[in-house]
């Protein structure tokens, strides 16, 4: 995901957000567009590339995704859930905002990207996507609930695995499938691209908890230690640093194996799966 990426999403982005300057919309374009890799818009356009489709019908869809992201980290940074000021490296929306916008915000960045997804694409594949995309937010919050119930508690590296197996890697799969869909994508390329999708969200996921362990707010844009602030198991507390690294790069080389059948055009996600273990941010 280069800046030239991210520039071609955001302006697409900017097409399909509000225009008015009221509190809410304000707050929606205020979370979208403080920065951000584009991780998730970029798996959707590539998944779709190498399953023959054209990127370019894939935008709306990817932009939709990276809408409902955002509401998730907006809602994930409220007082009530991990209690977070800082995002991206700058206040989260409900310091800007107030908890009640915040929350609203979040809320309507969720409806408008199945309103995109609504108005862009035929209806049978409209609601191919919407079903694919509702179930795997449900997944989502699943997750979420596991990790707040969670909290002050040691939890199996099992359990630990199933919470992120919902809340990260859900939506890093469902960017991947969804691209796929648009592509008319046979059953095995989804098959494979769904395994993909369930390795990189854990790689994913593990060096998110590495980076909470050992980098600096001012890298990462986010406060860093929350976890063992807010009595959290992570992959660290739970396999230690060394052996938290291990598994990260053991589920990035299955990632990448899972891709076996595409061969040389799935080189770009392969890449993915070593930025996600080897990032910084």
Same mark, same amino acid.
């Given at each position: 995901?280069?800046?030239?990426?991210?520039?071609?999403?955001?302006?697409?982005?900017? #097409?399909?957000?509000?225009?008015?300057?009221?509190?809410?919309?304000?707050?929606? %374009?205020?979370?979208?567009? $403080? +920065?951000?890799?584009?991780?998730?818009?970029?798996?959707?356009?590539?998944?779709?590339k190498i399953c023959g489709g054209n990127q370019n019908d894939a935008i709306?869809?990817?932009?939709?995704?990276?809408?409902?992201?955002?509401?998730?980290?907006?809602h994930d940074d409220l007082p009530c859930m991990d209690n977070s000021d800082l995002r991206r490296g700058k206040p989260a929306c409900h310091k800007v905002f107030g908890e009640d916008i915040a929350l609203l915000a979040g809320d309507a960045l969720n409806t408008l990207a199945f309103q995109i997804i609504a108005k862009y694409y035929e209806p049978a594949k409209a609601a191919q996507v919407v079903v694919e995309l509702s179930r795997?937010?449900?997944?989502?919050?699943?997750?979420?609930?596991?990790?707040?119930?969670?909290?002050? #508690?040691?939890?199996?590296?099992?359990?630990?695995?199933?919470?992120?197996?919902? %809340?990260?890697?859900?939506? $890093? +799969?469902?960017?991947?499938?969804?691209?796929?869909?648009?592509a008319n994508a046979g059953d095995n390329q989804l098959k494979s691209l769904s395994k993909y999708g369930q390795h990189l969200g854990l790689a994913f996921q593990i060096a998110d908890d590495i980076l909470d362990a050992t980098s600096d707010s001012k890298i990462i844009g986010k406060p860093v230690g929350a976890d063992e602030k807010n009595l959290k198991s992570t992959y660290v507390s739970i396999l230690g640093l060394e052996k938290a690294g291990e598994f990260a790069d053991l589920n990035s080389k299955k990632a990448k194996k899972a891709l076996s059948r595409f061969g040389k055009k799935a080189d770009n996600l392969i890449r993915v799966s070593d930025f996600a273990v080897n990032r910084k941010t």
């Open positions: 995901m280069d800046n030239k990426f991210s520039r071609k999403i955001d302006k697409h982005l900017k #097409k399909y957000l509000p225009k008015d300057n009221s509190d809410l919309s304000s707050a929606m %374009k205020y979370s979208t567009m $403080i +920065g951000g890799k584009r991780f998730r818009p970029y798996l959707c356009l590539e998944a779709c709306p869809a990817a932009c939709a995704i990276e809408m409902i992201h955002t509401f998730t980290l907006i795997a937010l449900i997944n989502v919050v699943k997750g979420q609930v596991i990790d707040i119930q969670s909290e002050g #508690k040691k939890i199996s590296l099992e359990k630990l695995k199933k919470m992120h197996l919902l %809340k990260t890697a859900a939506l $890093i +799969g469902i960017s991947l499938k969804i691209g796929a869909i648009l």
